[in-house]
């Protein structure tokens, strides 16, 4: 989807263990980090997805963090990641229920 609209050039990155996620992250050199969140695997678990933010703060200063979550199947989840975004601990959020054009457009927005 993203490869389609606007002018980004999505790199996707398989979810992994935060580590391997950022030595990804550093070599693609990203300008936004989109990272889903959700209760399992453990390591898409908001805890571990804010492990990797913060890590990419210090790596990558220029980097800006998103998160997205299923508001729906996960409302916990969801208040959990609009804090964050609150706090100032990401750059933005987004739920699934969002349009790919507002998705896009939010994200070309960043």
Same mark, same amino acid.
């Given at each position: 989807?993203?490869?389609?609209?606007?002018?980004?050039?999505?790199?996707?990155? %398989?979810?992994?263990? %935060?580590?391997?996620?950022?030595? !990804?992250?550093?070599?693609?050199?990203?300008?936004?980090?989109?990272?889903?969140?959700?209760?399992? %695997?453990?390591?898409?678990?908001? !805890?571990?997805?804010?492990?990797?933010?913060?890590?990419?703060?210090?790596?990558?200063?220029?980097?800006?963090? #998103?998160?997205?979550?299923? !508001?729906?199947?996960? %409302?916990?989840?969801?208040?959990?990641?609009?804090? #964050?975004?609150?706090?100032?601990?990401?750059? #933005?959020?987004?739920?699934?229920?969002?349009?790919?054009?507002?998705?896009?457009?939010?994200?070309?927005?960043?």
């Amino acid at each position: 989807m993203l490869r389609q609209r606007g002018a980004f050039h999505p790199v996707r990155i %398989p979810d992994q263990k %935060p580590e391997e996620i950022l030595i !990804e992250c550093l070599a693609a050199n990203p300008d936004i980090v989109l990272m889903d969140v959700m209760p399992s %695997p453990r390591d898409n678990s908001i !805890e571990k997805r804010l492990e990797v933010v913060e890590q990419l703060r210090f790596e990558l200063p220029g980097c800006r963090t #998103a998160f997205l979550c299923d !508001e729906v199947a996960y %409302p916990e989840i969801a208040r959990d990641v609009m804090r #964050a975004k609150q706090d100032g601990k990401v750059d #933005a959020f987004f739920y699934a229920s969002v349009t790919a054009e507002y998705l896009t457009a939010a994200l070309d927005a960043i």
